[in-house]
């Protein structure tokens, strides 16, 4: 290996860092301080990853997070992330997030998703009811290191491509297809305007148009049924499929510990207090929305609220699912009430500008995504299980659709890894300085070789922390729900 002498790591919050919003300068002298951050980070020391001497131990990172979530529950998530290393990972960013706060960055922030694993990419619906593939969650969301996202998602292809079985040379095709789309569509955006860069997103069925002879009639059919599959998603299915009627109303189905409806969970009072809170939280959480969509959502009154168990890393955070009717019992809304909790990033990083932790992720969210839910917005509540808490709404499905890993070919895992990295760039293109990022790329492949070798690397810390929750359990240290 070549040996690189660099600037010593230091903490992120203490890192220089570009903006373009911080002076005003020409697309020259952002591209000049873009090639200057080369000396910062080389671009070939992105490659590097090994622990450092004083890590945290991986076991102690996920038991501090439990101590914040319901107990009842931590069993659960530790019995996911056991399932696999990349179910670990899933689970695992704030020991990720540790880990990347001690590696070179380049100096120039955007806003991060934070956990940005191939999972959290998918098909969502755009308020205009057209398909697309975006970023779908952010709750870790900070601004910080563009690298740091780009790193996750690169060790998260790895991951998966292990658990399939894939060949290094191929996993690693995955990784350069992910990151040469993320170059290449970062010096394309670095080229566009402000509002062409803004408005720009993946429609599907553009996207399944203009591109199906280079996808092959295989990929085409698969994301023609990818886009069926996603748009029966929708509000109805998930009535259908999370109610019943009781006593001529729709009631939430009792599925424990998975969907618990809040009449079976409490008692008494006790019971009245936690329903007046929540029904507090769908009441004055519209103050966020725009005027328009406050008005729609005034036109439905709330019904029913259940507690649901939601992902891998969101396991034991307080999330609750609301069931609204609107014109009559055939014109159902599902909220999902999550908790927000501080970013796994917030120890590595400057703090939010944001007092509310659902502020902070629905802001997040809405400088990222292309199509955002009409109904995406936040609350605080006193006294949910004795202390203030923060949340942020959603609808809970709308035509949303997901990739199973496990299903994918090494062909398919790398034109996904493709669309990723070209739906990463488009997001950070809308808060960075697309400008300066993509000078710092360059037109060559030295970075992303260079990421294929870290993504490597950080798959071998990933299943070396996957087996120490795994003797954790063994020994008694930690309880399962198995």
Not at 145 to 169: Q, T
Not at 252 to 275: H, I, K, M, N, Q
Request: net charge positive; with cysteine.
């Amino acid at each position: 290996m070549v040996a690189v002498v660099s600037p010593p790591p230091v903490a992120a919050g203490s890192r220089p860092r570009l903006s373009a919003r911080s002076e005003q300068l020409t697309p020259t002298e952002r591209a000049a301080r873009g090639k200057g951050a080369r000396i910062l980070a080389p671009r070939r020391i992105h490659g590097e990853y090994a622990p450092t001497s004083g890590r945290a131990d991986p076991v102690d990172v996920i038991e501090r997070q439990s101590r914040t979530r319901l107990p009842e529950l931590v069993p659960l998530r530790y019995q996911r992330m056991l399932e696999s290393p990349f179910r670990f990972f899933r689970g695992a960013a704030a020991v990720m997030a540790a880990d990347l706060a001690g590696t070179p960055v380049s100096g120039i922030d955007v806003q991060l998703c934070g956990d940005a694993h191939m999972l959290n990419f998918r098909l969502l619906a755009s308020p205009e009811r057209h398909l697309v593939f975006d970023i779908n969650d952010f709750d870790e969301t900070l601004p910080g290191p563009w690298e740091w996202d780009v790193k996750r998602l690169a060790a998260s292809l790895v991951i998966a491509g292990r658990g399939n079985g894939f060949a290094p040379a191929r996993r690693r095709a995955a990784v350069s297809a992910a990151i040469g789309a993320y170059r290449a569509w970062m010096r394309r955006f670095a080229a566009m305007t402000n509002l062409d860069v803004w408005y720009a997103h993946v429609d599907v069925d553009q996207l399944r148009a203009r591109l199906g002879d280079v996808l092959g009639r295989r990929y085409t059919r698969r994301l023609s049924r990818a886009a069926t599959t996603a748009r029966s998603r929708d509000r109805l299915r998930a009535f259908a499929r999370l109610t019943e009627v009781t006593d001529g109303q729709p009631r939430f189905v009792s599925d424990p510990p998975l969907l618990v409806p809040v009449r079976e969970l409490l008692r008494g009072a006790e019971r009245d207090l936690l329903t007046d809170q929540l029904t507090t939280i769908i009441d004055q959480y519209g103050a966020t929305l725009v005027d328009d969509r406050r008005s729609l959502l005034a036109q439905y009154r709330l019904v029913d609220v259940a507690r649901k168990v939601v992902g891998v890393g969101s396991v034991g955070t307080r999330c609750w699912v609301a069931l609204l009717l609107g014109r009559d019992r055939d014109d159902p809304l599902l909220l999902q009430v999550k908790e927000a909790q501080a970013s796994v990033l917030a120890d590595h990083l400057p703090a939010s500008r944001y007092g509310n932790q659902g502020e902070r992720v629905v802001a997040g969210q809405r400088l990222m995504q292309a199509a955002g839910d009409i109904f995406l917005g936040w609350q605080r509540v006193d006294g949910i299980d004795g202390r203030r808490r923060d949340f942020y709404v959603r609808q809970l499905q709308d035509w949303k659709g997901v990739v199973l890993p496990e299903r994918m070919d090494p062909d398919g895992l790398a034109l996904f890894a493709r669309l990723c990295g070209a739906t990463l760039a488009r997001a950070h293109a809308r808060s960075g300085d697309r400008v300066a990022i993509a000078a710092y790329l360059g037109a060559g492949d030295a970075f992303d070789q260079a990421i294929a070798r870290f993504a490597e690397a950080y798959a071998d810390q990933n299943e070396r922390d996957h087996a120490a929750l795994a003797e954790a359990a063994r020994s008694g240290r930690i309880s399962t729900a198995g």
